[in-house]
């Protein structure tokens, strides 16, 4: 909980703002109609992007209290024809290069791995992307080293990232699932 703008007081709400250090923090009962109505509206886009339950729509980290990251995310997963995956592997490799995880001592993540996410192939509905935004730049020769065992396998990085701060994103591709439609030019 952090403080609210229009009250002062610690209670639950979300960043409202671009940027980290920019964002004003309001609470849900100083939230003014506007701002309702912009939550109301991403977390209706999010449906068919991100898992919900009874209590809403599973926002990952950073989009969880930033409303900007949220607008930025689904414009993101929109663009690359992606909705959230789940996997129980830690690297997300198997599970991006056989649709599950196929070994059992998949402890070992690299440095690189920092706010991540694994989505699924709106188009193919199979685990197409292991994304990870890291603080540091990150050299595409670690990340290329990291998935060597995975001939289905591709990998991007660059400065696209909808985290911000700063990040830049690490994107692991699994090109046969990947929307042909999104597909960079080779």
């Given at each position: 909980m952090y403080t609210c703008e229009g009250c002062g007081r610690s209670r639950q709400g979300l960043f409202f703002g671009s940027g980290i250090g920019d964002a004003k923090w309001?609470?849900?009962?100083?939230?003014?109609?506007?701002?309702?109505e912009l939550i109301s509206s991403?977390?209706?886009?999010?449906?068919?992007v991100l898992n919900r339950d009874a209590d809403g729509v599973h926002w990952p980290?950073?989009?969880n209290i930033y409303v900007q990251m949220r607008a930025d995310l689904l414009e993101w997963a929109d663009r690359h024809d992606l909705?959230?995956?789940?996997?129980?592997?830690?690297s997300g490799l198997h599970?991006?290069?056989?649709?599950?995880?196929?070994?059992?001592?998949?402890?070992?993540?690299?440095?690189?791995?920092d706010h991540t996410t694994t989505w699924l192939s709106r188009t193919t509905g199979r685990p197409a992307l292991v994304f990870n935004q890291p603080y540091s730049q990150v050299d595409p020769a670690e990340v290329?080293?990291?998935?060597?065992?995975?001939?289905?396998?591709?990998a991007e990085v660059g400065p696209e990232s909808?985290?911000?701060?700063?990040?830049?994103?690490v994107y692991i591709w699994n090109d046969g699932n990947r929307?042909?439609?999104?597909?960079?030019?080779r």
């Open positions: 309001s609470c849900w009962r100083c939230q003014n109609a506007d701002q309702k991403l977390d209706d886009r999010a449906r068919g980290y950073g989009p909705k959230s995956g789940n996997t129980g592997c830690s599970w991006l290069d056989r649709g599950r995880c196929a070994k059992r001592e998949c402890q070992g993540r690299p440095g690189f791995y290329w080293e990291s998935i060597s065992e995975y001939p289905t396998l591709a909808w985290y911000g701060a700063g990040t830049s994103g929307s042909v439609a999104v597909r960079p030019p």
